[in-house]
């Protein structure tokens, strides 16, 4: 199978949008997003506290195999977070050290694994925002190529080029580039009700009432 890549062009981010996505929890977009567009809870960071937001270039790989990631990390630009889909198998590492160091170079805001990666202690010491689904020593080979740049499925997500990336220690979720300032703006809109459902709650107002959820019925034998 040979490495393609698809000749794509969309909307590039400021640095200054990057960095306001970056104070959004993936949690607050995926409730603005009718409680969807986040990644299978396997996907998880290989440093906690870890806080990534970037746009995605996306790649689709063969079971082990990781030649298509070097190529992908060669065409990174600032602020872009790399997406493969490495078919959810665990059993070998896609990622490691070498593809992370040519990823920071490039200034990538991180990448996120649907399969397994290595080298983790050298990675959470260079600091790189990686998620993933699995960690496992064994190497790839790099054979049989896959698709750049691609929608994708990523750990039960749809991811298309350009998409906003968001992750912290919950996981990932993904806004879709198109509608990424009506979910934005909720997302600001989210935040404020809960500061005021905790500012409730400091009052002492339990969350049946905030919430209008009715009372308890009561079952008599």
Known sequence: MAIQRHEIEFEQLSAADLAAWR?????????????????AAAIKPVAPGTVMAGQARTVTTMVGDNGISHVATALLRPGEVLVIDAQGYSGIAVWGGVTTRVAMAKQAAGAVIDGAVRDVAEIRELGFA????????????????????????????????GDIVLGDDDGIAVVPLARWRSVYAACLEKLKVEEEWLRQIAAGKPMTEILDIKEAEIIRE
Do not use: E, W
């Open 23 to 39: 104070k959004i929890p993936p949690a607050i977009a995926s409730d603005c997003m009718n409680r969807g567009q986040f990644m």
């Open 130 to 161: 990686l998620y993933t689904r699995a960690v496992v020593p064994g190497g790839p080979h790099k054979g049989f190529g896959g698709t750049i740049d691609g929608p994708i499925a990523c750990a039960g997500c749809s991811v298309a080029p």
